[in-house]
């Protein structure tokens, strides 16, 4: 599976201000792909939904579907040796032998620790040596721990802090890749958490590996390990639901317009509730940190923003991007 150097480029360079890349940057980026084999990576799916991909998969800010699915064998593209929701192969065709350049890995989905054989991914990986079944745990540190792979990416919530899979009750053990993996391998990981994740979030690493590896981009990270760009910011910053609740309103007559609260101006306000605040219905945008409510979702033509959001559509957020969700924050059930 490939993406054009061209496409993965010219997404590069129109968030070129965003990810932070110079003219030298982009350079190096260009460069990179321009190596033999260009970039490589492997996804792996531990326990998840498969909604990681499934969002990943549907971006057209800077490819579509059809893209991702373009095969070819030039030297200027980005090889995706594996990922489980999109391929064809299944059993000893599904992992790839380890690569001999190199590679970033990407897994979605929690590891279980209380006994790995609960995740069992595949029978065997070419020249491995492990032990059949292969499970999940095996997997990640294997290719994880290679002098050739340049960085993890823990591609949504539960990859990165466990998840729902570790919600209270589970009976798995269930944690996300840096808790789980070895020592050894910990630096090399990059979570970009997310129920599922914005698209744009895995490409603008990816980008940001290549153009400066992933120690420049280790210290762009926050103390969850997030890169800093895309989770720097309270969700509420830039909702448009802040002015009917904030103080720091500056439209007279705006705070305290809540959906399911108390109106303190009733003679001021929108009947539909359409623009109040989601707050006392359970909105956790107060202690969310991301991007989502100016990135918003589902482009609908390449290099055009997406349309709407979680709070846009009218559904409190669940703050599913931090590392304590979903039992600290929306939790399912109510374990006695």
Not at 107 to 135: F, H, K, M, Q, R
Not at 281 to 291: E, N
């Amino acid at each position: 599976m490939r993406i054009s150097r061209r496409a993965f480029l010219k997404y590069c360079a129109a968030s070129a201000a965003a990810l932070g890349l110079t003219n030298s940057g982009l350079l190096k980026l260009e460069d990179a792909l321009a190596k033999q084999g260009g970039l490589t990576f492997i996804w792996l799916n531990g326990q998840s939904c498969t909604g990681c991909t499934v969002s990943f998969a549907n971006s057209v800010y800077y490819a579509t579907i059809q893209d991702l699915l373009l095969y070819g064998a030039t030297s200027d593209s980005i090889d995706l040796l594996a990922i489980e929701t999109l391929s064809a192969s299944m059993g000893d065709q599904f992992l790839p032998p380890l690569p001999v350049s190199d590679f970033v890995l990407a897994v979605e989905g929690s590891i279980p620790t209380e006994n790995p054989g609960y995740c069992e991914i595949a029978n065997t990986i070419s020249g491995s040596g492990l032990a059949s079944p292969v499970t999940i745990y095996d997997a990640v540190t294997y290719y994880a721990g290679s002098s050739n792979c340049t960085g993890v990416l823990s591609i949504g919530t539960c990859a990165s802090y466990g998840g729902i899979p570790a919600a209270r009750g589970n009976m798995t053990g269930a944690k996300g890749i840096y808790d789980a993996v070895p020592s050894a391998i910990k630096s090399k990981v990059v979570n970009i958490p997310g129920c599922p994740p914005n698209p744009n979030w895995i490409v603008g690493s990816i980008a940001y590996i290549l153009a400066n590896g992933v120690s420049a981009l280790a210290t762009r990270l926050d103390n969850i390990r997030r890169p800093k760009l895309y989770f720097s910011c309270r969700l509420c910053r830039n909702c448009y639901r802040l002015d009917a609740a904030s103080d720091l309103t500056s439209v007279p007559g705006r705070k305290g317009l809540f959906v399911g609260g108390t109106r303190q101006y009733d003679e001021i306000g929108d009947p539909n509730k359409r623009t109040w605040c989601l707050r006392k219905i359970g909105c956790k945008g107060t202690q969310t940190q991301s991007d989502c409510s100016y990135r918003e979702w589902h482009s609908s033509a390449y290099s055009e923003l997406g349309v709407n959001w979680c709070v846009g559509a009218g559904a409190p957020c669940q703050g599913c991007t931090q590392s304590n969700f979903p039992d600290k924050l929306s939790p399912f059930f109510g374990i006695q």
